[in-house]
Nanobody, 125 residues
Framework: QVQLVESGGGLVQPGGSLRLSCAAS????????MGWFRQAPGKEREFVAA????????RYADSVKGRFAVSRDRGKNTVYLQMNSLKPEDTAVYYC??????????????????WGQGTQVTVSS
């Protein structure tokens, strides 16, 4: 089992920045990839970014490329999502996820094995 706890959400103005954190505990050794997903009201949960647990590979959704950056600190068992140049359409609940089955290039909502509780990000003036 892997437990994930997100933090760092909040209200920010358009053009602003936020950093989300996801602390992992439990069977960390079993993780292949960690990812960030988001779900806006009335919409399906969608992929945002992912990072390999064992190397430096990353992947981003087209909608966030150049604005968001995913990173990890294995010493702290923590993954981060730095979000810059935020737009109102980035407003959503952001979820951290861990996959044992998939690598970073194939991680999706369906093959994420563990989820955090979610943190709200609201971009509004």
């Amino acid at each position: 089992q892997v437990q994930l706890v997100e933090s760092g959400g909040g209200l920010v103005q358009p053009g602003g920045s936020l950093r989300l954190s996801c602390a992992a505990s439990g069977s960390i050794f079993s993780i292949n990839a960690m990812g960030w997903f988001r779900q806006a009201p009335g919409k399906e949960r969608e992929f945002v970014a992912a990072i390999s647990w064992s190397d430096v590979n990353t992947r981003y959704a087209d909608s966030v490329k150049g604005r968001f950056a995913v990173s990890r600190d294995r010493g702290k068992n923590t993954v981060y999502l730095q979000m810059n140049s935020l737009k109102p359409e980035d407003t959503a609940v952001y979820y951290c996820a861990a996959s044992q089955r998939s690598n970073v290039f194939g991680m999706t909502v369906r093959n994420a094995d563990y989820w955090g509780q979610g943190t709200q990000v609201t971009v509004s003036s």
